[in-house]
Nanobody, 116 residues
Framework: QVQLVESGGGLVQAGGSLSLSCAAS????????TGWYRQAPGKQRELVARITSGGNTNYADSVKGRFTISRDNAKNTVYLQMDSLKPEDTAVYYCNLRDVLGFDYWGQGTQVTVSS
């Protein structure tokens, strides 16, 4: 079992920046991947960014060049730096961890609202 706790969401104007953090209750070293997903009202949850145990990253096309995912294994924390935010980035952002058995763990979500 692992608990994930997100923080850092909020309200920002278009063009601004926010940084999200996801703290895990145990070591994230060696997990298959950790990542961020988001869900806007009336839409399905979608992958935003993911980082594998080997350090490989992938991003949704809509956020490439604007968002950066990183992790600090010593702090059991994953980060999402979001720059040049757009109103369409407004959503609840969820932290995800996939363990070596393929099980997914989710955080409670944090609201990000971008005003135009």
């Amino acid at each position: 079992q692992v608990q994930l706790v997100e923080s850092g969401g909020g309200l920002v104007q278009a063009g601004g920046s926010l940084s999200l953090s996801c703290a895990a209750s145990r070591s994230i070293f060696g997990v298959v991947a950790t990542g961020w997903y988001r869900q806007a009202p009336g839409k399905q949850r979608e992958l935003v960014a993911r980082i594998t145990s080997g350090g490989n990253t992938n991003y949704a096309d809509s956020v490439k060049g604007r968002f950066t995912i990183s992790r600090d294994n010593a702090k059991n924390t994953v980060y999402l730096q979001m720059d040049s935010l757009k109103p369409e980035d407004t959503a609840v952002y969820y932290c995800n961890l996939r363990d070596v058995l393929g099980f997914d763990y989710w955080g409670q979500g944090t609201q990000v609202t971008v005003s135009s």
